[in-house]
Protein backbone atom coordinates (compact mmCIF):
# COMPACT_ATOMS: atom_id res chain seq x y z
CA UNK A 1 0.00 0.00 0.00
CA UNK A 2 2.97 2.58 -0.96
CA UNK A 3 1.57 5.79 -1.84
CA UNK A 4 -1.92 6.07 -0.21
CA UNK A 5 -3.06 8.17 2.25
CA UNK A 6 -6.06 8.03 4.33
CA UNK A 7 -7.95 10.95 5.76
CA UNK A 8 -11.12 11.26 7.84
CA UNK A 9 -13.31 14.67 8.11
CA UNK A 10 -15.12 14.59 11.28
CA UNK A 11 -18.20 12.54 10.57
CA UNK A 12 -16.92 9.16 11.36
CA UNK A 13 -13.76 9.25 12.45
CA UNK A 14 -14.08 5.74 14.09
CA UNK A 15 -15.17 3.96 10.78
CA UNK A 16 -11.70 5.45 9.30
CA UNK A 17 -9.61 4.35 12.00
CA UNK A 18 -11.40 0.54 11.38
CA UNK A 19 -10.26 0.92 7.88
CA UNK A 20 -6.97 1.99 7.96
CA UNK A 21 -6.65 -0.95 10.39
CA UNK A 22 -7.83 -3.31 7.72
CA UNK A 23 -5.48 -2.08 5.35
CA UNK A 24 -2.03 -1.88 7.57
CA UNK A 25 -1.95 1.91 7.05
CA UNK A 26 -1.67 4.97 9.12
CA UNK A 27 -4.79 7.42 9.27
CA UNK A 28 -3.48 10.62 8.49
CA UNK A 29 -4.43 13.61 10.35
CA UNK A 30 -6.86 16.06 9.96
CA UNK A 31 -7.44 19.77 11.39
CA UNK A 32 -10.56 21.14 10.88
CA UNK A 33 -10.81 24.82 12.44
CA UNK A 34 -12.99 27.57 12.70
CA UNK A 35 -12.66 31.44 12.12
CA UNK A 36 -14.05 34.26 14.09
CA UNK A 37 -16.75 34.64 11.44
CA UNK A 38 -18.04 30.90 11.42
CA UNK A 39 -16.26 29.99 8.46
CA UNK A 40 -14.34 26.60 8.29
CA UNK A 41 -10.54 25.66 7.82
CA UNK A 42 -9.44 22.10 6.76
CA UNK A 43 -5.79 21.53 6.71
CA UNK A 44 -4.15 18.16 5.63
CA UNK A 45 -1.36 17.39 7.78
CA UNK A 46 0.69 14.74 5.85
CA UNK A 47 1.88 14.82 2.15
CA UNK A 48 -0.32 14.07 -0.50
CA UNK A 49 2.19 14.87 -3.49
CA UNK A 50 1.64 12.48 -6.44
CA UNK A 51 -0.36 10.48 -3.77
CA UNK A 52 -3.44 8.08 -3.78
CA UNK A 53 -6.00 9.98 -1.77
CA UNK A 54 -8.94 8.45 0.44
CA UNK A 55 -11.10 11.17 2.37
CA UNK A 56 -13.11 9.29 4.31
CA UNK A 57 -16.67 11.13 5.23
CA UNK A 58 -19.84 10.17 5.35
CA UNK A 59 -22.67 12.98 4.70
CA UNK A 60 -24.24 12.41 8.05
CA UNK A 61 -25.71 15.20 10.78
CA UNK A 62 -24.88 18.35 10.58
CA UNK A 63 -24.86 17.25 7.35
CA UNK A 64 -24.03 20.46 5.46
CA UNK A 65 -21.33 21.21 8.09
CA UNK A 66 -19.81 17.65 6.84
CA UNK A 67 -20.46 18.21 3.19
CA UNK A 68 -18.72 22.10 3.29
CA UNK A 69 -15.88 19.89 5.60
CA UNK A 70 -15.72 17.47 2.68
CA UNK A 71 -15.57 19.61 0.21
CA UNK A 72 -12.63 21.78 1.78
CA UNK A 73 -10.53 18.53 1.98
CA UNK A 74 -10.99 17.69 -1.78
CA UNK A 75 -9.53 21.11 -2.64
CA UNK A 76 -6.71 21.08 -0.33
CA UNK A 77 -5.54 17.89 -1.67
CA UNK A 78 -6.07 18.82 -5.25
CA UNK A 79 -4.06 21.72 -4.41
CA UNK A 80 -1.47 19.23 -2.24
CA UNK A 81 -0.74 17.52 -5.67
CA UNK A 82 -2.46 14.52 -5.26
CA UNK A 83 -2.40 12.13 -8.16
CA UNK A 84 -5.91 11.12 -7.31
CA UNK A 85 -8.64 11.60 -5.05
CA UNK A 86 -11.21 9.13 -3.80
CA UNK A 87 -14.27 10.51 -2.07
CA UNK A 88 -14.89 7.71 0.50
CA UNK A 89 -18.47 8.49 1.29
CA UNK A 90 -20.08 5.36 2.47
CA UNK A 91 -23.74 7.58 3.20
CA UNK A 92 -24.82 9.79 0.77
CA UNK A 93 -27.50 11.32 2.34
CA UNK A 94 -28.27 13.81 -0.24
CA UNK A 95 -29.81 10.80 -2.25
CA UNK A 96 -32.88 11.08 -1.16
CA UNK A 97 -33.39 13.83 -3.34
CA UNK A 98 -33.23 12.31 -7.08
CA UNK A 99 -36.47 13.79 -8.51
CA UNK A 100 -38.61 16.49 -8.97
CA UNK A 101 -41.91 16.14 -7.33
CA UNK A 102 -42.96 19.28 -6.65
CA UNK A 103 -42.64 22.45 -8.57
CA UNK A 104 -38.90 24.87 -8.80
CA UNK A 105 -37.54 22.46 -6.55
CA UNK A 106 -33.50 21.26 -6.08
CA UNK A 107 -32.23 17.80 -7.46
CA UNK A 108 -30.08 18.18 -4.34
CA UNK A 109 -28.21 14.85 -5.28
CA UNK A 110 -27.34 15.75 -8.70
CA UNK A 111 -26.13 19.36 -7.27
CA UNK A 112 -23.84 17.82 -4.24
CA UNK A 113 -22.74 15.37 -6.47
CA UNK A 114 -21.23 18.12 -9.75
CA UNK A 115 -20.11 20.19 -6.10
CA UNK A 116 -17.83 17.37 -5.39
CA UNK A 117 -16.29 16.83 -8.58
CA UNK A 118 -16.20 20.75 -9.37
CA UNK A 119 -14.05 20.36 -5.76
CA UNK A 120 -11.76 17.95 -7.23
CA UNK A 121 -13.05 14.53 -7.16
CA UNK A 122 -11.72 11.74 -9.09
CA UNK A 123 -14.00 9.22 -7.95
CA UNK A 124 -16.48 8.03 -5.13
CA UNK A 125 -16.77 4.85 -3.22
CA UNK A 126 -20.09 4.92 -1.48
CA UNK A 127 -22.97 1.95 -0.35
CA UNK A 128 -25.95 1.78 -1.06
CA UNK A 129 -27.30 4.62 -2.16
CA UNK A 130 -31.35 5.33 -1.73
CA UNK A 131 -31.88 4.92 -5.36
CA UNK A 132 -29.86 3.48 -8.66
CA UNK A 133 -30.34 6.64 -10.92
CA UNK A 134 -28.07 8.49 -8.24
CA UNK A 135 -25.59 6.93 -9.53
CA UNK A 136 -25.54 8.76 -13.15
CA UNK A 137 -25.62 11.87 -11.18
CA UNK A 138 -21.46 12.19 -11.14
CA UNK A 139 -19.62 12.58 -13.70
CA UNK A 140 -16.46 10.66 -12.64
CA UNK A 141 -16.61 6.76 -11.61
CA UNK A 142 -18.39 5.56 -8.62
CA UNK A 143 -18.40 2.37 -6.92
CA UNK A 144 -21.53 1.34 -5.17
CA UNK A 145 -21.23 -1.05 -2.66
CA UNK A 146 -23.98 -2.79 -0.87
CA UNK A 147 -23.98 -4.40 2.96
CA UNK A 148 -26.38 -7.28 1.86
CA UNK A 149 -23.52 -9.68 2.62
CA UNK A 150 -22.58 -8.23 6.24
CA UNK A 151 -26.46 -8.37 6.77
CA UNK A 152 -26.92 -12.15 5.35
CA UNK A 153 -23.27 -13.56 7.70
CA UNK A 154 -25.60 -11.95 10.52
CA UNK A 155 -29.12 -13.34 10.10
CA UNK A 156 -27.42 -16.63 8.75
CA UNK A 157 -27.25 -17.80 12.50
CA UNK A 158 -31.07 -18.21 12.89
CA UNK A 159 -33.54 -20.91 11.64
CA UNK A 160 -34.66 -19.34 8.24
CA UNK A 161 -36.77 -22.39 7.64
CA UNK A 162 -39.37 -20.04 7.59
CA UNK A 163 -38.47 -16.51 6.67
CA UNK A 164 -39.69 -14.09 4.71
CA UNK A 165 -37.79 -10.84 3.82
CA UNK A 166 -39.91 -8.30 3.44
CA UNK A 167 -39.16 -4.91 1.44
CA UNK A 168 -41.39 -1.43 2.76
CA UNK A 169 -41.76 -0.59 -1.17
CA UNK A 170 -41.81 -1.82 -4.54
CA UNK A 171 -38.88 0.60 -4.93
CA UNK A 172 -36.13 -1.96 -2.40
CA UNK A 173 -38.20 -5.04 -3.52
CA UNK A 174 -35.04 -5.55 -5.81
CA UNK A 175 -32.51 -5.67 -3.39
CA UNK A 176 -34.74 -7.65 -0.27
CA UNK A 177 -35.04 -10.01 -3.71
CA UNK A 178 -31.57 -10.45 -3.85
CA UNK A 179 -30.88 -10.48 -0.16
CA UNK A 180 -33.56 -13.42 0.38
CA UNK A 181 -31.71 -15.17 -2.56
CA UNK A 182 -28.44 -14.65 -0.19
CA UNK A 183 -30.66 -16.69 3.29
CA UNK A 184 -32.65 -18.75 1.22
CA UNK A 185 -35.24 -17.40 2.24
CA UNK A 186 -38.48 -15.94 0.97
CA UNK A 187 -39.66 -12.19 -0.43
CA UNK A 188 -42.54 -9.72 -0.40
CA UNK A 189 -43.22 -6.24 -0.52
CA UNK A 190 -45.32 -3.66 0.78
CA UNK A 191 -47.19 -1.68 -1.47
CA UNK A 192 -46.23 2.08 -0.02
CA UNK A 193 -48.22 5.81 -0.74
CA UNK A 194 -46.11 8.75 0.84
CA UNK A 195 -48.16 11.47 1.78
CA UNK A 196 -45.30 13.85 3.66
CA UNK A 197 -41.90 13.35 5.27
CA UNK A 198 -43.06 11.79 7.90
CA UNK A 199 -46.69 10.33 6.69
CA UNK A 200 -46.86 6.94 4.84
CA UNK A 201 -49.60 4.29 4.39
CA UNK A 202 -48.72 0.81 3.46
CA UNK A 203 -52.12 -0.45 2.04
CA UNK A 204 -51.34 -4.15 1.40
CA UNK A 205 -48.26 -6.29 1.22
CA UNK A 206 -47.68 -8.25 -1.77
CA UNK A 207 -46.08 -12.10 -0.97
CA UNK A 208 -46.92 -14.33 2.41
CA UNK A 209 -46.10 -13.65 5.72
CA UNK A 210 -48.88 -15.14 7.50
CA UNK A 211 -46.91 -17.18 10.34
CA UNK A 212 -43.51 -16.04 9.03
CA UNK A 213 -40.48 -14.79 10.32
CA UNK A 214 -40.01 -11.55 9.18
CA UNK A 215 -36.85 -9.62 8.14
CA UNK A 216 -38.04 -6.08 7.30
CA UNK A 217 -35.14 -4.45 5.24
CA UNK A 218 -35.20 -1.32 3.94
CA UNK A 219 -31.93 1.14 2.89
CA UNK A 220 -32.26 3.21 6.08
CA UNK A 221 -34.22 3.93 8.81
CA UNK A 222 -34.50 8.14 9.78
CA UNK A 223 -37.56 8.62 11.29
CA UNK A 224 -38.75 5.07 11.20
CA UNK A 225 -42.15 6.41 9.26
CA UNK A 226 -42.28 3.39 6.53
CA UNK A 227 -41.44 0.91 8.99
CA UNK A 228 -43.66 1.67 11.79
CA UNK A 229 -46.67 1.63 9.05
CA UNK A 230 -45.64 -1.83 7.67
CA UNK A 231 -45.41 -3.42 11.20
CA UNK A 232 -48.88 -2.63 11.34
CA UNK A 233 -49.73 -4.49 8.60
CA UNK A 234 -47.44 -7.14 9.10
CA UNK A 235 -49.07 -7.72 12.42
CA UNK A 236 -53.03 -7.59 10.79
CA UNK A 237 -51.20 -10.02 8.15
CA UNK A 238 -50.27 -12.63 11.27
CA UNK A 239 -46.73 -12.44 10.81
CA UNK A 240 -44.79 -14.86 13.76
CA UNK A 241 -41.66 -13.18 14.31
CA UNK A 242 -40.47 -9.33 13.21
CA UNK A 243 -36.94 -8.36 12.78
CA UNK A 244 -35.63 -4.81 11.32
CA UNK A 245 -32.62 -4.55 9.32
CA UNK A 246 -30.81 -1.12 7.41
CA UNK A 247 -27.61 -0.67 5.65
CA UNK A 248 -28.22 3.05 6.93
CA UNK A 249 -29.34 3.35 10.97
CA UNK A 250 -29.77 7.20 11.26
CA UNK A 251 -32.68 7.04 14.04
CA UNK A 252 -33.88 10.85 14.25
CA UNK A 253 -36.49 11.84 16.53
CA UNK A 254 -35.71 8.98 18.96
CA UNK A 255 -36.85 6.42 16.00
CA UNK A 256 -34.58 3.74 17.67
CA UNK A 257 -35.96 4.14 21.31
CA UNK A 258 -39.86 3.57 19.75
CA UNK A 259 -38.73 1.00 17.74
CA UNK A 260 -37.23 -1.27 20.28
CA UNK A 261 -40.16 -0.61 22.89
CA UNK A 262 -42.19 -2.37 19.92
CA UNK A 263 -42.49 -5.76 21.82
CA UNK A 264 -43.33 -7.81 18.49
CA UNK A 265 -39.89 -6.24 17.39
CA UNK A 266 -36.68 -8.81 18.57
CA UNK A 267 -34.23 -7.06 16.93
CA UNK A 268 -32.83 -3.87 14.97
CA UNK A 269 -29.46 -4.33 12.69
CA UNK A 270 -28.12 -1.67 11.07
CA UNK A 271 -23.99 -1.39 9.67
CA UNK A 272 -22.15 1.25 11.19
CA UNK A 273 -22.01 3.51 7.47
CA UNK A 274 -23.27 6.29 9.68
CA UNK A 275 -22.12 6.64 13.48
CA UNK A 276 -24.66 5.86 16.29
CA UNK A 277 -24.35 8.03 19.48
CA UNK A 278 -23.59 5.50 22.11
CA UNK A 279 -26.46 6.93 24.38
CA UNK A 280 -28.65 6.06 22.18
CA UNK A 281 -27.97 2.05 21.94
CA UNK A 282 -30.65 -0.16 23.11
CA UNK A 283 -30.36 -3.66 23.91
CA UNK A 284 -32.13 -4.87 20.86
CA UNK A 285 -29.62 -2.87 18.43
CA UNK A 286 -26.97 -4.92 16.57
CA UNK A 287 -24.36 -2.63 14.74
CA UNK A 288 -22.28 -4.24 11.70
CA UNK A 289 -19.06 -3.33 10.62
CA UNK A 290 -18.95 -2.26 7.15
CA UNK A 291 -15.34 -1.40 7.45
CA UNK A 292 -13.85 -4.48 6.30
CA UNK A 293 -15.71 -4.21 2.98
CA UNK A 294 -14.35 -0.34 2.26
CA UNK A 295 -10.98 -1.52 3.14
CA UNK A 296 -10.84 -4.01 0.94
CA UNK A 297 -12.69 -2.06 -2.28
CA UNK A 298 -10.31 0.95 -1.54
CA UNK A 299 -7.36 -1.63 -1.95
CA UNK A 300 -8.61 -2.90 -5.29
CA UNK A 301 -9.09 0.82 -6.33
CA UNK A 302 -5.68 1.31 -5.47
CA UNK A 303 -4.23 -1.50 -7.29
CA UNK A 304 -6.66 -1.02 -10.43
CA UNK A 305 -8.29 -4.59 -9.53
CA UNK A 306 -11.94 -5.12 -10.22
CA UNK A 307 -14.18 -3.92 -7.37
CA UNK A 308 -17.56 -5.21 -9.07
CA UNK A 309 -15.60 -8.71 -8.11
CA UNK A 310 -16.88 -8.13 -4.41
CA UNK A 311 -20.54 -8.51 -5.94
CA UNK A 312 -20.06 -11.92 -7.04
CA UNK A 313 -21.50 -13.56 -4.10
CA UNK A 314 -23.10 -16.96 -3.52
CA UNK A 315 -26.13 -17.84 -0.68
CA UNK A 316 -24.09 -17.62 2.21
CA UNK A 317 -24.40 -21.55 4.01
Known sequence: MRDIAVFSGSAHPELAEE???????????TRVSRFANDCLEVQLQANCRERDVFLVQPLVKPVQEHLV????????????SAS??????PHYSYARSDKKDAPRISLGGRLVADLLVAAGASRVLTMTLHSPQVH???SVPVDHLHALRELAAHFSQYDLSRTTVVSPDLGNAKEAAHFARLIGADVAAGAKQRFADDRVRISSVIGDVAGRDVIVLDDEIAKGSTVFALLERLRELGARSIRVACTHGLFA???????????????????????????????KLRILSIGPALAEAVRRIHNGESVSALFDAQPIA
Open 19 to 29: VCSHLGVPLSP
Open 69 to 80: ELLMMIDAARGA
Open 84 to 89: RITVVM
Open 136 to 138: GFF
Open 253 to 283: AGALRRLSEQQDVLEIVCTNTVPVPAEEHTG
